[in-house]
């Protein structure tokens, strides 16, 4: 079964500052990856996905991720952050096959000026 | 506009009632879900339907109810049999009925808390 961990539970940065937000997954199949953006008291926005291609994936916001096969990782970056970008950050994943999208814990991302 | 909206947005109540928490989507989607999101746990699975009149349990199915009997709608009824209701619970739907590559559409939540 696939499984996502997302080892910072917060990220504290100042603003203009690169920021990358850690994703791990494990799963034995093709995966279909995902982050998705939650403002406080929001539902979850789709930032960007990964479904095949190139490795690269440019999101909304200017943000981006590279999926590495290797290392099953999908980390996203930013190369500078506003205070707008204060919000919490989940990474998901799928399998091939199976209907469901099972999401990491999340990543609080702290913009401070 | 299209959309997902769950209402209401807040809800309260006595411990021991059963509440129901509406979702209506107007995307045309298919398949429709419904997460439970507590803090430092991400969202889990409760329910999910791929087309009217079937739904399927999820990874938390215990002590919820659902029904789908039409496309737009995907009511969640929390009954009195759960033994932790108060959280913020998320309703989504995707366009592919398969829904692995299919990106999700979340309406706006509502937080239920349960005294």
């Known amino acids: 079964a696939q499984s996502v961990t997302q080892l910072d539970s917060q990220v504290p940065v100042f603003e203009e500052a690169p920021v990358e937000l850690r994703c791990n997954y494990s799963?034995?199949?093709?995966?279909?990856l995902f982050w998705y953006v939650q403002y406080p008291n929001q539902g979850l926005q789709l930032l960007l996905k990964?479904?095949?291609?190139?490795?690269l994936v440019k999101g909304i916001n200017g943000f981006e991720a590279e999926f590495n096969k290797s290392q099953t990782s999908f980390h996203l970056r930013k190369p500078s952050v506003h205070i707008s970008d204060t919000a919490e950050y989940f990474c998901?994943?799928?399998?091939?096959?199976?209907?469901?999208?099972?999401f990491g814990t999340g990543t609080r991302l702290l913009v401070s000026p | 506009d299209g959309g997902i909206t769950q209402s209401p947005k807040y809800l309260f109540r006595k411990e021991g009632q059963n509440v129901t928490l509406s979702c209506e989507q107007n995307?045309?989607?298919?398949?429709m879900y419904w997460y439970r999101q507590d803090p430092g746990q991400g969202l889990r699975l409760i329910y999910y339907?791929?087309?009217?009149?079937?739904?399927q349990k999820g990874d938390i199915a215990e002590g919820y109810s659902v029904s789908r009997e039409k496309k737009e709608s995907f009511p969640l009824t929390v009954t009195s049999a759960q033994k932790n209701p108060t959280a913020f619970y998320l309703c989504?739907?995707?366009?592919?009925?398969?829904?692995?590559?299919?990106?999700?559409?979340f309406g706006n939540g509502t937080r239920l808390t349960v005294t």
């Open positions: 989504a739907s995707s366009f592919d009925r398969r829904g692995y590559n299919s990106p999700l559409h």
């Open positions: 799963s034995s199949v093709s995966v279909y």
């Open positions: 990964y479904l095949s291609g190139s490795t």
């Open positions: 998901a994943v799928s399998e091939a096959g199976f209907q469901k999208l099972v």
């Open positions: 995307l045309n989607h298919d398949a």
């Open positions: 339907s791929q087309i009217v009149n079937d739904f």
